[in-house]
């Protein structure tokens, strides 16, 4: 996912900008009792990602930050999970999906890498530095 300017973004404007593709598609989802159950579910999840990723930023040590971002990766693992139920149980049609499901996975992919770093122990990247990253 690119800025205006062509560059990529950083992990937490894209996990932002991701939990604000979740609400609209949310929104979109039937309004029947299947839907809201489904949707409640998909929106708890969903802007739990970005919420953590936040948290992570103001992490206490390296310990915390790998707690938050393990958590934003599990709710993203998640969202995965419900966005799929959602499509096979035809709440919306699978077209609205596709863009949220493919960023789900892209995110999922970066917060592995990201823990996968900071798990290494290494003194660099700092774990604020892990952030900014972009991808």
């Not at 992990?11 to 949707?39: A, M, P, T």
């Not at 919306?92 to 992919?109: A, K, M, N, Y």
């Amino acid at each position: 996912m690119k800025n205006i300017f062509g560059e990529k973004k950083e992990i937490v404007e894209r996990s932002v900008d991701y939990s604000l593709q979740i609400v609209e598609l949310y929104r979109k989802l039937k309004k029947d009792e299947l839907g809201r159950i489904l949707g409640r579910q998909l929106l708890r999840s969903g802007t739990s990602v970005g919420a953590n990723v936040h948290e992570a930023q103001g992490g206490q040590s390296r310990a915390d930050f790998i707690s938050k971002i393990s958590i934003a990766y599990k709710e993203a693992k998640e969202t995965l999970y419900w966005l799929r139920i959602i499509q096979q149980a035809k709440v919306i049609e699978s077209e609205d999906t596709v863009d949220v499901f493919d960023e789900t996975q892209q995110l999922i992919r970066i917060l592995s890498s990201i823990l996968l770093t900071a798990k290494q122990g290494k003194k660099e990247p700092s774990h604020s530095s892990l952030l900014t990253l972009n991808f």
